[in-house]
C-alpha cells in the first residue's frame, strides 16, 4: 500500500472517530516549500462534512496521524492545510525496495488481459514523410510504449494509404516525364523519388491550367479538364479494373516507397508489429453495410444511397455507400476495424493516431461501431493531435514545401555537431564516436521537444531551440544522465550500505520525485499523454541537479554518506533512461 493510501484511510478513520462523520475523497498536494512537511491535506473540502474551525479540524487529524501511523513522524496546520512530516525511514525502506530493479515504474502485462492495437504513421505512398508524420510517429510509438510500461499488451501497427488519385498523380507524372529513372540511377531514396513526381504532376497541371484558361475556358473547367488530371483519374480506373501494365507500375514505384519509409522509420527510432494496406481494406466493410440495414442502423435513400442518422446523438448524417454501390472512407474504416478483430482476437480496445483534422470522422466512426453493436468500440481512442508549425509558416506537399523527415533528422545531427564542438567536451571521442553521439543528441531534442507538450496542443518547431544544452529540453536531461554515468565510473569502492544513513533535505526530495514514477506511468497511459513522463523527466533531473549542487557526492564526510548517495544517483539516472526509453529517446553514457 502507498503512503497516500495509507494516509487516505487513516484520515478518514480519525475524522470518523472524532466527528462521527464518513468522507468520501481526499484532496492531497505537495508541501510548500516554506513549510515543514512532506504532503498536505487539505482541510478545506471535508467542511462540507464536518463542521468547525479547519485550524482545529486540522490539529485533530495531525495528533491521530501521529499516533496511528508509524511513518508520520510531525505535522504543521497553516489555515486549512494540514503539512504531515514523514519520516526517514520511511523513505530509505522505499529507496531500499526500488534501488536494484532496473525496470522500476514498469508493470509486466497480464497475458490474461485484452490487448490494446495503437495505429500511427499510416502514410501516402505518394510522398516521403515530413514533420506532421513525426509528430505522429513519435506520439504513437511513445503511447504504445508507455501503454506496455503499464502492464498492457500492445500491438503497434498502421494502414498505408497505397491507392487513390495521389498516387497515381506520381504515376502518371513518372510515366511521362521519368525517363526510366530509379533510385538506384538517380542515388536517390525511393520515397524521395516518388515525392518528386509528385510535385511535377502539381507544376504540369497548372500550366495546363494556364493554358487552358487562355483558350478561353472558365477556372473551374479548366481544372477539371485538364490532360494530365484526366489521364490520372483514367489509370485509377485502370487499376481498379486490374490493368496488369498499371498495377505493375503500381507495385514497382510502391516498392520504392516502401523501402524509404523503412530507412526513415529506422532513424527514427520507431517499428510496428503489423501492416494494413489501404488496396486491401478499401473494399471491406460492405457486408455490414448490408447487416446494418437489416437491423435498422443504416437506412437506404430513394438514390440508392446509404446513410447513418446520427442527429438525436447530436452528429448528423453520414453516407457509409455512395449510390453506385461504391465504398467511402469511412465504410472502409469500419470494415478495417472489425478486421483487425478478427486478425487479433485478444485485441480490446484501438488508439488511433491522427490529427485533430479528423476528430468528427472518429466520433462518427466510433459511434456507428457501437450501434453496430461490438463491444470493443467503448474501448476505442483518438489520439489527437495538434498540427506542427515552423517558423517560416505552414507546409504544403504538392508544392513541395514540406520539411522532410530525413533532412529534418540530419539537421538535427548536424546541429548538436556544431553545439558539441562548440563547448569542446569530446576529447578522446573518435569521429564515429562522435557522429553516433551527434546523432542520439540531436533525436533525443527533437523528440523532446515534440512529446513535452500535450498533444492536443499545435506546436511550433524550432530546431535550434530543441537543441539548447540548458532548460526543459532532451540534451539538457541527456546530459545529467551522462553526469551521473561519470559520478558512477569514479566511484572505485563498495557500494554496499553499512548502515541507515540521516537524510538530508535534498535527498528527501529526491526520494520523494523517486517515488512518483509508477504513478506517473500509470496517469500517462490512462490519459494517452507523453507530455506527462518528459515533464516529470524533467523535474526529476531539476531535482537532481540541485541536490548535485548542494550536497557532496563523493566527497562526503563518511563512507556511508558517500555509498547512499553515489546508489541514490544511479537510481535517478536508471529513471532517466526508463522515462526516456518510453519516448523512444535515447541516453548517452557520456558527454
Known amino acids: 500500500m502507498s ?63 501521529v499516533e496511528h501511523v508509524n511513518e508520520v513522524k510531525a505535522f504543521n496546520v497553516v489555515k486549512g492545510f494540514l503539512n504531515v512530516e514523514i519520516s526517514d525511514g520511511y523513505y530509505l525502506n522505499f529507496f531500499n525496495s526500488i534501488k536494484d530493479i532496473t525496470d522500476y515504474g514498469f508493470v509486466k502485462p497480464n497475458l490474461e488481459d485484452k490487448a490494446i492495437m495503437v495505429e500511427y504513421s499510416s502514410p501516402n505512398t505518394n510522398k516521403p514523410l515530413h514533420l506532421g508524420h513525426i509528430r505522429n510517429n513519435l506520439l504513437g510509438y511513445s503511447v504504445a510504449e508507455i501503454l506496455k510500461a503499464s502492464g498492457k499488451k500492445v500491438y503497434k501497427t498502421q494502414i498505408i ?77 485502370k487499376w481498379e479494373a486490374g490493368d496488369s501494365e498499371v498495377v505493375e507500375l503500381w507495385k514497382t514505384m510502391n516498392g520504392w516507397v516502401y523501402e524509404g519509409f523503412d530507412e526513415t522509420y529506422k532513424n527514427l527510432g520507431v517499428d510496428f508489429d503489423t501492416l494494413y494496406y489501404e488496396s486491401n481494406t478499401y473494399l471491406l466493410g460492405k457486408e455490414f453495410v448490408a447487416e446494418g440495414l437489416k437491423s435498422g442502423v443504416f437506412v437506404k435513400e430513394e438514390d440508392g444511397s446509404v446513410w447513418c442518422d446520427l442527429t438525436e446523438e447530436g452528429l448528423d448524417k453520414k453516407i457509409v455507400q455512395r449510390a453506385d454501390g461504391t465504398a467511402v472512407y469511412m465504410t472502409q474504416d469500419i470494415g478495417t476495424a472489425i478486421q483487425r478483430i478478427k486478425d487479433f482476437p485478444d485485441v480490446g480496445g484501438m488508439v488511433y493516431t491522427v490529427g485533430n483534422e479528423q476528430d468528427y470522422h472518429f466520433q462518427v466512426l466510433f459511434l456507428i461501431l457501437k450501434k453496430l453493436g461490438f463491444e470493443w468500440a467503448d474501448n476505442l481512442y483518438h489520439l489527437s493531435y495538434g ?92 546530459y545529467t544522465y551522462a553526469r551521473i554515468q561519470s559520478i558512477i565510473r569514479k566511484a572505485d569502492f563498495d557500494l554496499s550500505l553499512n548502515k541507515e544513513v540521516t537524510l538530508h533535505e535534498k535527498e528527501k526530495t529526491l526520494l520523494k520525485q523517486l517515488e512518483l514514477f509508477p504513478e506517473v506511468i500509470q496517469n500517462a497511459a490512462s ?61 548517452p553514457e557520456r558527454m
Open 527 to 587: 490519459q494517452h499523454s507523453p507530455a506527462l513522463i518528459a515533464n516529470y523527466t524533467y523535474d526529476l533531473v531539476k531535482e537532481f541537479n540541485s541536490f548535485y549542487q548542494n550536497v557532496s557526492i563523493l566527497g562526503a564526510d563518511n563512507q556511508d554518506e558517500k555509498v547512499f548517495r553515489v546508489q541514490l544517483s544511479k537510481k535517478v539516472a536508471t529513471t532517466i533512461k526508463n522515462a526516456f526509453s518510453v519516448l523512444g529517446i535515447h541516453v
Open 161 to 237: 494509404n497505397d491507392r487513390g488519385i495521389h498516387i497515381c498523380k506520381s504515376m502518371i507524372a513518372w510515366q511521362r516525364f521519368g525517363e526510366g529513372e530509379t533510385p538506384e540511377s538517380t542515388g536517390l531514396k525511393g520515397d524521395k523519388l516518388v515525392g518528386n513526381y509528385y510535385v511535377k504532376f502539381d507544376q504540369e497541371y497548372k500550366k495546363e491550367i494556364e493554358s487552358l484558361i487562355a483558350e478561353g475556358k472558365s477556372e473551374e473547367e479548366a481544372k477539371k479538364s485538364a490532360p494530365i488530371l484526366l489521364a490520372a483519374q483514367d489509370m485509377l480506373l
Open 387 to 478: 498540427m506542427v508549425d515552423l517558423p517560416s509558416g505552414k507546409m504544403k506537399s504538392r508544392e513541395g514545401t514540406v520539411v522532410d523527415a530525413d533532412d529534418l533528422i540530419n539537421e538535427m545531427a548536424a546541429t548538436a555537431g556544431e553545439i558539441s564542438e562548440e563547448l569542446g567536451k569530446l576529447d578522446g571521442y573518435s569521429e564515429e564516436e562522435k557522429q553516433e553521439l551527434y546523432k542520439t543528441i540531436g533525436l533525443g531534442a527533437l523528440k523532446y521537444f515534440i512529446l513535452k507538450v500535450d498533444p492536443k496542443k499545435r506546436i511550433l518547431f524550432d530546431p535550434k531551440e530543441s537543441i539548447d544544452f540548458q532548460g526543459n529540453t532532451g540534451p539538457f536531461i541527456q
Open 3 to 65: 503512503l497516500q493510501e495509507t494516509l487516505t484511510n487513516k484520515v478518514k478513520q480519525a475524522v470518523l472517530d472524532s466527528y462521527n462523520v464518513s468522507i468520501e475523497t481526499l484532496e492531497f498536494q505537495a508541501t510548500r516549500k516554506e513549510f515543514a512537511g512532506d504532503i498536505t491535506v487539505v482541510i478545506f473540502p471535508m467542511l462540507r462534512y464536518v463542521k468547525g474551525n479547519p485550524v482545529q479540524i486540522g490539529e485533530q487529524i495531525g495528533h491521530y496521524l
